[in-house]
């Protein structure tokens, strides 16, 4: 596809004798929200790792924004990093900073912008994940909910083109896990991002999902628009939508 700004190519990786990712082909067109569904253990975040350089495959490609990042080093996946946000699991704040630190620190980090800018550009962000009069409270004093929020404003701060979303919703509340859906679905549109969502989260995959890939034993074994992925014939599928898992 020529218009993809995520693409991974024949993707192998192992951890010992772990074979995780078995040959991932897929492609992620810009501005489209990909959801990668699966069970624990499945490869999901795996996959995700390599679009930003975190892990490094066996072999095979990933292709960011028309570069192929697999082989850069730090310097060169600096680029890249600039351009995807990701979202981790647990959030990844700095516990010892308060929120408008952590926030603001890529853009300390990655620009020469004036306190004043830095300032403005992070309650900018903080109101996109609908959070006001947070920035001084410290990553303890703040609910899981919160913690995602304020991590999903750092993902965002550098105005990426793609976001990385890795298991959002794992241990929020279902109103909670709803907030976060309707951000995922809220950023896309009004930013034009491109997002991957790894989940087993069924809900939200036909939530935020633009498209659903079916990640089983480190292959895809369905990618499809989220009416196709309903209506499947593939087995394994079907049973994982239907609360049955893999057996």
Known sequence: ??????????????????????GVDLDVRAGETVVVLGGSGSGKSVLLRHTVGLHVPDSGEVWVDGVEVSGLDEDGLLETRKKVGMLFQAGALFDSMP??????????????????????????????????????LMPADLSGG??????????????????????PTTGLDPITAN???????SLQQRLGVTSI????????????????????????LFDGAVADARESKEPLLR?????GGYA
């Open 146 to 167: 919160m913690r995602k929020r304020v991590a999903l404003a750092r993902a965002i701060v550098l105005a990426p083109r793609a976001i990385l979303y890795d298991e």
């Open 99 to 136: 929120v408008f630190d952590n926030v603001a620190f890529a853009l300390r980090e990655h620009t020469d912008w004036s306190d004043e800018r830095i300032r403005e550009r992070v309650r900018e962000v903080l109101s996109l994940v609908e959070l006001e009069n947070v920035e001084e």
């Open 239 to 243: 049973n994982f939508l239907q609360g």
């Open 179 to 185: 907030t976060i859906n309707h951000l995922i679905r």
């Open 1 to 22: 596809m020529t218009d993809a700004f995520i693409r991974y190519r024949d993707l192998y990786k192992s951890f010992g004798d772990n074979a995780v990712l078995r």
């Open 197 to 220: 969502v790894v989940t087993h989260d069924i809900h939200s995959a036909f939530t935020v999902g633009d498209r659903i890939a079916f990640l089983y034993e480190g292959k895809i």
